[in-house]
């Protein structure tokens, strides 16, 4: 299909006349940067066909659309995935090798789209993917971040962050729509006027800032079914002269003002991962542009309907954690102050519409916004907030009389702040978790009360990966092979990929997908090499930790256990030792000291390990610098073990370990988040399981926490390991370089708050779990069916899944057919 419409020759000519047109050059004298961009556009343009079709389809059938809110959307690259997903990769390909251009080499000239931290982003992208591919109708709605997630770069071992100035070069798949702008206000005061002709209230903002918000589309490209779905981030510009109010005009101080607000509010993402910051500018970006949003979606509904009671009926909004709460009252003031609804009406429409999904259970994310900064700021929005939270406390008093322990815990205002995910909860109509374990924590614990007075809002979504991007994309070779075996319907249904299952006992095919795992790992190492400069053995076994620097997810408890290993190793010389090598990939948030100081912790552990010609290279340490969406693709390929070794009930979920295990790399992990049910599909035999149980950890919290000293004193060589992070031995003497992580470890002056992630705690157990791991790889046979079957096995992961769960219980959408646009090229 799509080949058919990639014609050569026409494409070919495409990409030349792009060239010619945008550099005044030709194909030998264009730069990468130039043929990236002209390939871009030559691929844009098939494109915008399907998109043009697509949206034209959807008003047609007038379909249901889910409008899912983030604050991130973590897309990576662009143009390799819209290949693939246009099934025109191979044949792209192949037209620019025969113009002396290398794909790889284009690709790589393309920033990557970080326009997010983490987890949360990159989930948002992989839904993305997955609805236009299984033909729904969705937007995903953003903040267009003129600097996305920082660029890491490693300097004497620290990291230092430098500006993502993603756009310098423009972004060729994206289009303004100056034309869909919408005017967003901040601050003033609200007068209250009465409706002379209705005898209604009116709410009359005034004295207010306010920017424009100009929307930017990207197109979402389904795979082979030509549906184009929109990713629609905003821009801020100011308010021209003549749209500021009668009194405001001519007011310079005022323009000036709003001038800087529009530059300011749009300018960088906050690079917090499982941390809220309370920062003004934090919460006008969620204003912004989930005002931006609303309006625009409204506006879409009212075009084709007339009872805007009836909203729910078309457009559901998917709130991604609490960052777009703000939402639930931005909609009521639409719906009252604008569309004249009364409150009844308008809280039945905003109840029904907006759902929530839960990300974290660990309280220093929960957010909650001082009232008086709020209330500053969006004043007609605290107004309803603090009607929500009236009416609601109302119901709890009803239903637990005379309990006020209950009020106080879910009342959306309390002690001074406003709490945002009470307010989620309150008005949604669903609330999930995102893995089986999380959800039951959810409701057991942390929403509790919630959970008792709304069971029906609660349920779980265990999260899944896009296996187009991390397999199709990410690991050609195994992606080839698994289609040459069991054929290409996994592509677009992962359940498929079980048909490996028989194959693990073919002693052929299990060489084939271990000689493909080397072939990734020589990729890798070469990375490493060009971008570490250090040699490291394709041989070796590849064991990965990456994802975001945070305590919880105990990267210390890793490299704790690499010094370890390095002991022994100068200890025993003659100890038999499988090589390995150690690979970690994470960016720490800016202000996150603990988490700055492990990064340098490994660093330095991998110069003194790496240096050291006596342990014959048994042990090699790498930190890839900037972990991001592009790089990870290579990582997963390559990886021989999964580390997932956070604290048992800390992790909501992962996604990492889904992209690990789908690339055949089994899981050394504890029983936290999705690490549960990759175990269940794949049989604890297919994984290296340690460590204290979720609720072993809770016990232990609830009664007061562990003293990690007695951990300590009775085991001498965790005691060690521990005395080197102040004895000089990874800081060239210096005694103060690790105090902030050996304190976290070991405060010997306040015992009750050291070690809160339980790191020593887990250690020995990690360390056998390690030891089972190197016996496992020693036996070729057995590991390579042990990895054959973690990728037989991952099926439940695809977030294909996941949406279609969502749609099922949630979002009730149907789906679209979409037929092909006209040829281009012929
Ligand atoms: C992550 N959260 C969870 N938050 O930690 C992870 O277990 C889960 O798999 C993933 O969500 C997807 O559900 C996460 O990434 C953030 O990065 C927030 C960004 C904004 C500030 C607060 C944290």
Same mark, same amino acid.
């Given at each position: ?119 949360? *982003? ?17 937007? !995903?709605? *953003? ?78 490209? !389904? ?362 990939? #994470? ?7 603990? #988490? ?102 809770? %016990? ?31 800081? %060239? ?6 105090? %902030? ?86």
């Amino acid at each position: 299909m799509f080949s058919k419409r990639f014609e050569k020759k026409a494409f070919k000519a495409a990409v030349k006349d792009n060239v010619k047109t945008l550099y005044r050059k030709t194909i030998d004298e264009a730069t990468p940067q130039q043929l990236f961009q002209a390939v871009s556009y030559a691929v844009k343009d098939v494109i915008i066909d399907d998109w043009i079709e697509t949206q034209k389809r959807y008003d047609e059938t007038d379909a249901k659309t889910v409008y899912y809110m983030s604050m991130e959307f973590l897309m990576g690259r662009a143009l390799g995935n819209n290949l693939i997903n246009m099934t025109a990769y191979k044949d792209v390909k192949e037209a620019l090798e025969e113009m002396n251009i290398d794909l790889n080499v284009i690709e790589d000239q393309e920033p990557d789209a970080a326009l997010g931290n983490g987890g949360l *982003g990159r989930l948002a992208a992989c839904f993305l993917d997955s609805l236009a591919t299984l033909n729904y109708p969705a937007y !995903g709605c *953003g903040i267009r971040y003129r600097y996305g997630m920082f660029k890491q770069k490693i300097k004497d071992g620290y990291q230092v962050e430098v500006p993502d100035n993603w756009l310098k070069e423009g972004n060729p798949f994206e289009i303004r729509r100056e034309e869909y702008a919408k005017e967003v206000r901040f601050g003033g005061n609200i007068r209250f006027e009465k409706d002379p002709v209705t005898g209604k209230d009116k709410f009359i903002q005034e004295n207010y800032e306010s920017v424009m918000a100009v929307p930017y589309d990207m197109p979402i490209v !389904g795979y082979g079914n030509h549906v184009v779905n929109t990713l629609r981030v905003w821009d801020a510009k100011p308010i021209t002269d003549f749209k500021l109010d009668e009194f405001d005009r001519g007011n310079y101080h005022k323009a000036v003002e709003q001038e800087n607000l529009a530059k300011l509010i749009v300018d960088v993402l906050y690079p917090n991962d499982n941390h809220y910051s309370g920062k003004e500018l934090r919460l006008k970006q969620q204003y912004f542009f989930i005002s931006a949003s609303l309006q625009a979606l409204i506006e879409k509904y009212k075009k084709k309907h007339g009872d805007i009671r009836k909203l729910y009926e078309k457009v559901v909004i998917q709130m991604n954690d609490t960052h777009p709460t703000v939402a639930v009252p931005e909609l009521m003031r639409l719906l009252i102050d604008v569309e004249g609804l009364s409150w009844e009406d308008a809280w039945e429409v905003t109840s029904k519409t907006c759902a929530y999904t839960n990300h974290t259970i660990m309280a220093e994310a929960l957010e909650k916004w001082p009232i008086d900064l709020f209330s500053k700021l969006l004043p007609r929005i605290y107004q309803i907030v603090q009607e929500i939270d009236r009416r609601f406390l109302i119901k709890v008093r009803e239903m637990y009389p005379g309990n006020e322990e209950k009020v106080r815990k879910m009342a959306i205002l309390m002690n001074g702040q406003v709490r945002m995910a009470n307010m989620a909860i309150v008005a949604g109509f669903s609330v999930n978790g995102v893995a089986q374990l999380h959800t039951e924590i959810l409701e057991k614990q942390e929403l509790k009360d919630f959970y008792q007075m709304m069971p029906e809002k609660f349920n779980n979504k265990t999260n899944g990966i896009t296996q187009r991007r991390f397999l199709a994309h990410g690991n050609p070779l195994l992606a080839d092979w698994i289609t040459d075996k069991i054929g290409d319907g996994w592509i677009t249904d992962l359940s498929q990929i079980a048909k490996l299952k028989p194959l693990v006992e073919d002693e052929d095919a299990r060489r084939e997908f271990m000689e493909i795992k080397y072939q990734n790992k020589v990729r890798l190492a070469k990375y490493i090499k060009e971008h570490n400069g250090i040699d490291v053995d394709p041989r070796s076994i590849f064991d990965i930790q990456v994802k975001r620097l945070h305590e919880y997810k105990r990267q210390l408890l890793n490299i704790l256990h690499i010094m370890y290993l390095y002991n022994q190793i100068k200890e025993h010389p003659e100890m038999s030792f499988y090589p390995r090598t150690f690979i970690f990939g #994470a960016k720490a948030a800016a202000g996150y000291l603990r #988490a700055k100081e492990t990064i340098k912790l490994i660093n330095s552990v991998a110069d003194v390990v790496n240096n050291d010609r006596s342990i014959n290279g048994k042990l090699k340490v790498v930190f890839i610098e900037d972990y991001r969406v592009s790089n990870a693709e290579i990582l997963f390929a390559a990886a021989d073990v999964s580390e997932q070794i956070s604290t048992a009930s800390k992790e909501a979920s992962g996604t990492g370990n889904m992209k690990f295990m789908l690339n055949g790399a089994p899981t050394l992990g504890t029983m936290d988040g999705a690490n549960v049910e990759i175990v269940h599909e794949v049989g604890e035999e297919n994984a290296f399981i340690f460590g204290l149980s979720s609720q072993e950890v809770i %016990n232990y919290e609830n009664n007061g926490g562990y003293n990690p000293t007695d951990v300590y004193f009775n085991d001498w060589e965790i005691k060690r390991v521990v005395d080197q992070l102040m004895d000089g031995t990874y800081s %060239n003497g210096d005694h103060n370089m690790y105090i %902030n992580l050996y304190n976290s470890l070991l405060n010997t002056q306040c015992t009750d708050k050291a070690d809160t992630y339980f790191i020593l705690k887990d250690f020995r157990s990690y360390a056998d779990a390690q030891k089972r791991v190197e016996e496992a790889y020693r036996d070729q046979q057995r590991w390579s069916k042990m990895a054959m079957m973690n990728t037989a096995c991952s099926g439940k992961f695809t977030s294909d899944r996941t949406i279609e769960e969502y749609v099922r219980d949630i979002w009730h959408l149907e789906k679209v057919e979409v037929p092909s646009g006209q040829d281009l090229f012929e």
